[in-house]
T-cell receptor
């Protein structure tokens, strides 16, 4: 079965420090992976995606993610965190089995950036 | 472009009442989705549609019905609301193709008493 896991419910980091939000996946075949961010009382916003090609993907707001096939991971990173990055982050994988059109989301990681 | 819009933003129902949530998108997307978001459970897919006039069940379809009579609209209905349906509901849309990201609406917060 296709699945995605976000092992940390919450990540805390000081402003200016690098941040990492972890995501691991389990799929059959090549994975299509996505990161979304949700600010309070808002819908999810797309940050970046990995389809194929370079393992380091750059996205919105200075975020990037590293695809690691051997570790089946797709961790979200940012070199220098901002207080405004505090939000809920979701990793998602596209379910390509049986001709379905679904995305499978992780349970989310709440990022708190401390001033 | 308004993107994806949802109405209403908030609603309180009594057990057994019915209601319809409306999702509209102006991006000419083929695919549309309804999710519910509950604490600690991420997003769970209720129903989705890959084109006008077609719908399919997602992960948690029981107690919900959907219709997509027009390409730009995707309606989610609750025929007889239950307290377990208290949640935040999100609509999303995307272009066809496995590699396209979703665009989300602002959500509807539903409370069933």
């Amino acid at each position: 079965a296709q699945s995605v896991a976000q092992p940390e419910d919450q990540v805390k980091v000081a402003e200016g420090n690098p941040l990492t939000v972890k995501c691991t996946y389990s799929v059959s075949g090549n994975p299509y992976l996505f990161w979304y961010v949700q600010y309070p009382n808002r819908g999810l916003q797309f940050l970046l995606k990995y389809i194929t090609g370079d393992n380091l993907v750059k996205g919105s707001y200075g975020f990037e993610a590293e695809f690691n096939k051997s570790q089946t991971s797709f961790h979200l990173k940012k070199p220098s965190a901002l207080v405004s990055d505090s939000a809920l982050y979701f990793c998602a994988v596209r379910d390509l089995t049986s001709g379905t059109y679904k995305y499978i989301f992780g349970t989310g990681t709440r990022l708190k950036v401390l001033a | 472009n308004a993107g994806v819009t949802q109405t209403p933003k908030f609603r309180v129902l009594k057990t057994g009442q019915s209601m319809t949530l409306l999702c509209a998108q102006d991006m000419n997307h083929e695919y549309m989705y309804w999710y519910r978001q509950d604490p600690g459970m991420g997003l769970r897919l209720i129903h989705y549609s890959v084109g006008e006039g077609t719908t399919a069940k997602g992960e948690v379809p029981d107690g919900y019905n959907v219709s997509r009579l027009k390409k730009q609209n995707f309606l989610l209905g609750l025929e007889s609301a239950a307290p377990s349906q208290t949640s935040v509901y999100f609509c999303a849309s995307s272009r066809s193709g496995a590699y396209n990201e979703q665009f989300f609406g602002p959500g509807t917060r539903l409370t069933v008493l």
